[in-house]
């Protein structure tokens, strides 16, 4: 089963880019990420983090633009554009996404921590 097309990997590579960039100074400063405040910290950083990359890594890798190439047999004209996706949605929608289901889920499970 493909869950992923031309460079819908790139959203996974956000996803372990953020994570790892989020962990370093969580790490090093010893933030208490067991009760509210530093969970939330925690969440929304990590989620800002993945997005932030996601779009640029999509914005650096994945065109936009149409490419036409013509079939010289028949003269006609083909477009083709870059559709990476990963599970069926392209690489530009992750990053809004990412950001809402990372801002809902640090709400709910800290709302369920206090």
Known sequence: MIIWRGKGLLVVLAFILGNVINAIPF?????????????ILNGISCTIFIAMINYFLTKKFISDSVRTLVDE????????????????????????????????LTIAVSAQLS
């Open 27 to 39: 790490i090093i400063l010893q933030v208490n990420t067991q009760h509210n405040p530093g969970f």
């Open 73 to 104: 047999k028949t003269g006609e004209r083909v477009q083709i554009k870059d559709n990476s996706a990963l599970f069926f949605i392209r690489n530009k929608y992750w990053t809004w996404i990412i950001l809402v289901l990372g801002v809902a």
